[in-house]
């Protein structure tokens, strides 16, 4: 999936997307509020094209992997900030199987992307990006030793 392909989702699923000026260390938020979703990206990582995609793909990630409303609010015990730890977890794993999907990427292991930084390349996506995307169950059974 490319930023054309998130753009094009966004649409089709309703999802209004803004550019806000978000200070450091936020790049992206989503929130869904009885018929509003909508993805807010900072503004300072749109010309940073692979740190641009993964956090648009997170970010949509959270829309297919919540239910219910989504609101911001302070994390006051630690059962909240568990269960917002899961739902990060679960929209970046969303964005990783769908930014590089199993059988593309075994190809591109099999035309001689054997760097993390070349497959982020190919991928336009970041390097860690790629490594957690090799750390998932769906992939570790190819066995990529010669990947580094």
Known sequence: MNYCDMLDLCYREGIVLSIEDFKPPLNGIYISCDDLHAIMLSSRILDNIPLRNVVLAEEIGHHFTLSGNNLPTEHWNRLHRCNYSKDEARALRWA???L???HELLQASCDGMTTLPVLAEYFQ?????VAYRM???DVQCFQYPHII
């Open 96 to 98: 990783a199987i769908h």
């Open 100 to 102: 590089i999907p199993s």
């Open 125 to 129: 996506v970041t390097p860690s990006f």
């Open 135 to 137: 750390s998932l169950p």
